[in-house]
């Protein structure tokens, strides 16, 4: 059996979120501000990536970056779900700033850039998983 794409991990993230309660849209408009325009008013746990961010992921599938999602309610459970599926997590813990996913090979590639991840996060700290 093939190993599943990033693409294909994250679907199935969103899926689990969506099963327990999250509102959980893929590609959820073109930008920031769209992809929040498109939430219904009253959801309090919300995922998701919008177009620009979708650029993460190569044609075949694999993250050549990081995907960013926004999110509001509980980010514990959203890093959790990641982060069991095998993806590298990085979020400050703060609920304004948007939670950072990357495959293992890019998180190792920031360890070995620290001015990357410095520019990338402010921090010169370990890639963990939130």
Not at 63 to 92: P, R, T, Y
Request: hydrophobic share 35%.
């Amino acid at each position: 059996m093939a190993e599943m794409t990033d693409k294909e991990r994250v679907s199935k993230a969103f899926l689990l979120l969506k099963e327990t309660g999250f509102w959980a849209v893929e590609n959820n408009g073109d930008c920031n501000t769209s992809g929040w325009y498109n939430v219904p008013e009253n959801e309090k746990n919300v995922v998701f990536y919008h177009e620009q961010d979708a650029m993460s992921f190569e044609e075949e599938g694999f993250l050549n970056g990081i995907l960013f999602l926004s999110h509001s309610g509980d980010a514990k459970v959203i890093c959790n779900v990641f982060s069991d599926i095998g993806f590298i997590i990085k979020w400050s813990g703060k609920g304004d700033e948007k939670i950072a996913i990357m495959n293992k090979l890019y998180a190792g590639h920031l360890e070995d850039t620290p001015e990357l991840k410095k520019r990338l996060f402010g921090t010169d700290n370990e890639v963990n998983n939130g």
